[in-house]
């Protein structure tokens, strides 16, 4: 077995994910085929390979540092689930 | 005729000669979408007013001699690229209310352009899928089947090209997402290569991955929609400075100096439909019969491509929808008065099955511990895979294969088992891994009619010669003027 459902558990906290115990027991199972099957990497010789991160490879995609058209506060806001006194409002972090 | 029947250069020519007006025939479109789309579920927001407003002002651009490639031309929208002032939904959840404050560029060149906007096509969640099964908000059905998927992600950009719901569409490809539904449908599809469209205002999945691109009813319209969409963005700085061509006045050269690789693993995988790979042998024979020379070629990692893919595509995604906090945009679990149980608690309402897997699965491929199992692992087999086309390409133009290992499936037969829907992408990965340039075209029909693609790869930045090739392969075949009967 990969993936056990107490990792995926650990996981879902990490990924800030909230499931109840049934959708736990079914990613578990779906995962851990997912996983078995993506060990098939394990047979590719990759010694001495440089990892690709991206098959276009641009370097130093640079510009000049100056202000461009942009989007105001009143905008940024515009979707908010809740805002206030033009922020983001979000439930009491500190005590 | 019916003027929602028009190709896109067919409208343009009418139009211009003013034998029908952009009013018509963006009336008729949305008339076609009124009375069929009920049956195909193509669309999740139909923008009527802005269009027939848009197509107003195209009449008038025509009248007074200002022509741009797409002045009056209804085309649809995959949800997720950001529409200024219409709803942009990934048809998930989380987003279903989003209305973006600024368009995608790709957008600015259609308007630019003066192309009409009809409206937001559905899609799999976060274009997370291969069947448009996973949209959280509708089903969309395949024009030709209507108990089988339209494929995905790009569903609903298929469907509604194939069902004459619009003259053409945008999609987007991280794995196969035009290509595969553009064959579901029968329609053509073009995956272009990394770096050529702009991804500003693309809502991210996969950010090494992922790519604009058209999906038309014939080759003439790919050329077309191609040229439009494409160049540098500065708000893109992974889009690359490279000319855009005239892809349509490369179309009527010739096959004689093409040489076509065939490459043997495409052909050998089980579960390789006999019909599928008849269908995309005959479509070689006659490109062979237009002048191209073809030889074998070899992409020996092809076998690895699902694993490495099923690695990066989700840990891409995990980093990439960690954005979705409920604080933003999207949905919010208003009940919660903790911050980190508010975030859990949206995220887990907004985010559908097959989305949520993917965030699990590359939180955990990222995590302390398995990094270099998995994501450094894969992206060094990633590499063989890119090495391969390098090495297939030095003696070849263009490489053929099947699109999909089989014809549309039934909607439900495979959304249990999420391996055996991964599994089916094995054609079109891997020209996302290397960032190569990938089309889809009509080859023909299984015997129980539904469509089959042919897939076309070429080198980076190399578009035009897939379009050459697949334009005179189409002039020949013609199976793109066949159309569902709905």
């Given at each position: 077995m990969k993936i056990t459902k107490q990792e995926v558990l650990d996981v879902t906290k990490l990924a800030r994910l909230n499931l109840d115990d049934a959708s736990l027991e079914k990613f578990a199972g779906q995962i851990d085929t997912i996983l078995a099957y993506v060990e098939k990497l394990s047979q590719a010789d990759t010694k001495d390979v440089p990892p690709t991160s991206h098959a276009i490879s641009l370097t130093n995609a640079f510009r000049e540092d100056s202000v461009k058209e942009h989007i105001d506060r009143d905008k940024a806001l515009a979707n908010a689930p809740e805002k206030e006194d033009g922020s983001f409002l979000v439930p009491k972090v500190v005590g | 005729?019916?003027?929602?029947?028009?190709?896109?250069?067919?409208?343009?020519?009418?139009?211009?000669?003013?034998?029908?007006?952009?009013?018509?025939?963006?009336?008729?479109?949305?008339?076609?979408?009124?009375?069929?789309?009920?049956?195909?579920?193509?669309?999740?927001?139909?923008?009527?007013?802005?269009?027939?407003?848009?197509?107003?002002?195209?009449?008038?651009?025509?009248?007074?001699?200002?022509?741009?490639?797409?002045?009056?031309?209804?085309?649809?929208?995959?949800?997720?690229?950001?529409?200024?002032?219409?709803?942009?939904?990934?048809?998930?959840?989380?987003?279903?209310?989003?209305?973006?404050?600024?368009?995608?560029?790709?957008?600015?060149?259609?308007?630019?352009?003066?192309?009409?906007?009809?409206?937001?096509?559905?899609m799999d969640e976060f274009a997370m899928g291969s069947s448009t099964e996973n949209s959280g908000l509708q089903i969309t059905r395949n024009p030709w089947a209507l108990d089988r998927i339209p494929g995905g992600s790009s569903g609903g950009s298929a469907a509604s090209v194939s069902a004459d719901l619009c003259a053409g569409s945008l999609g987007s490809d991280t794995g196969g997402s035009i290509r595969q539904p553009a064959s579901h449908c029968g329609v053509v599809g073009m995956k272009p290569t990394y770096g050529r469209v702009s991804r500003f205002g693309l809502v991210a999945f996969a950010s090494s991955l992922d790519q604009i691109g058209p999906i038309t009813k014939n080759v003439t319209d790919c050329a077309i929609l191609l040229k439009t969409i494409s160049g540098y963005d500065r708000n893109d700085s992974t889009s690359v400075p490279e000319d855009v061509p005239d892809y349509e006045a490369a179309l009527e050269q010739g096959l004689d100096n093409v040489t076509i690789g065939i490459p043997k693993e495409y052909f050998e995988p089980e579960g390789l439909d006999p019909e599928v790979s008849e269908a995309v042998q005959s479509a070689i024979n006659v490109i062979e019969s237009l002048g191209a020379k073809c030889i074998d070629v070899s992409l020996p990692h092809t076998e690895f491509a699902v694993a490495v893919y099923y690695v990066i595509a989700p840990c891409e995604a995990s980093s990439n929808l960690a954005r979705y906090d409920g604080v933003k945009y999207g949905f919010r679990d208003k009940e919660k008065d903790d911050l980190i149980e508010m975030y859990r608690s949206s995220r887990a309402a907004g985010f559908g099955p097959e989305v949520q897997r993917r965030i699990i699965i590359g939180t955990y491929a990222l995590s302390a511990g398995y990094y270099d199992a998995y994501y450094r692992k894969a992206s060094q087999v990633r590499t063989l895979i890119v090495d391969d086309f390098k090495k297939a390409f030095e003696s070849c133009d263009v490489i053929l294969s099947p699109v999909t290992p089989t014809p549309a499936f039934k909607i439900g037969e495979n959304i249990e088992d999420p391996l055996a829907m991964y599994l089916a992408d094995v054609f079109t990965l891997s020209a996302n891994l290397a960032g190569i340039p990938g089309m889809s075209v009509p080859c023909g029909f299984s015997s129980k009619g539904l469509p089959i693609g042919l897939q076309l790869l070429g080198k980076h930045f190399n578009e035009s010669i897939l379009l050459r090739t697949s334009y005179n392969y189409e002039q020949v075949a013609g199976f793109h003027k066949k159309r569902p009967n709905l």
């Open positions: - | 005729m019916n003027l929602y029947e028009l190709t896109i250069k067919e409208a343009r020519s009418l139009l211009d000669k003013k034998e029908i007006s952009s009013k018509e025939l963006t009336r008729s479109i949305l008339d076609r979408i009124a009375d069929v789309d009920k049956k195909i579920g193509a669309y999740l927001t139909v923008t009527e007013e802005s269009a027939m407003a848009q197509a107003e002002l195209a009449d008038k651009e025509i009248s007074n001699g200002n022509i741009s490639s797409l002045t009056g031309i209804p085309i649809s929208i995959k949800d997720l690229i950001c529409t200024k002032g219409f709803r942009t939904t990934c048809a998930s959840k989380i987003l279903e209310d989003f209305v973006p404050v600024y368009d995608a560029t790709v957008m600015k060149k259609l308007y630019k352009a003066g192309a009409i906007i009809v409206g937001k096509v559905n």
